[in-house]
């Protein structure tokens, strides 16, 4: 049953900007959500990994203990990272529904900001076999999260106008 949540996540996830997926993800809990980032990250860690168990001291080291190092020295900073900047992203992302005046909260932000990263990450995991992938790629990755971000605000309906009444 999970891996069915999963998959329809996933696949909901590189539909973005689609209305109908991100209202789909929108229902999805923040659980998930998070979750779902792991495995991502996980994904993106496979050609860090295989190249470090193909070269240098991972190829020499016991695979258990390799596998230790790799998660405290690689996998936790990665994770750590990545929430972060999905974290400053969402908050950046309320200042521009303020600006906007639209419809949403921050953990909504953190939620959708999440799932934009599959396909960048997806991206980088395919390319990173075959070329060493620098800071450009960061910067064109923060971009587009960015931008797609707005584009996702701007989907949101604005907020009503409060009247106020004098006594």
Not at 28 to 34: L, S
Not at 144 to 156: A, C
Request: positive net charge; proline residues 4%; without cysteine.
């Amino acid at each position: 049953m999970k891996r069915v949540i999963f998959l329809r996540t996933f696949l909901n996830s590189i539909k973005l900007p689609n209305k109908q997926a991100m209202f789909k993800l929108n229902r999805v809990g923040m659980d998930i959500t998070v979750v779902y980032m792991f495995i991502l990250l996980l994904i993106v860690s496979i050609p860090s990994i295989t190249n470090q168990l193909t070269t240098g001291a991972g190829a020499q080291m016991n695979l258990l203990f390799f596998l230790i190092y790799f998660l405290i020295f690689n996998y936790l900073p990665l994770t750590m990272i990545v929430f972060l900047f999905l974290t400053l992203m969402a908050y950046i992302g309320t200042g521009i529904t303020k600006l906007l005046r639209r419809k949403v909260r921050f953990p909504m932000l953190w939620k959708l900001t999440a799932y934009i990263t599959t396909i960048p990450f997806l991206l980088y995991t395919a390319l990173a076999f075959f070329f060493a992938i620098g800071d450009v790629f960061a910067a064109l990755f923060s971009l587009y999260t960015f931008l797609f971000l707005i584009k996702l605000i701007t989907i949101y309906p604005k907020r009503k106008k409060r009247k106020q009444e004098f006594y």
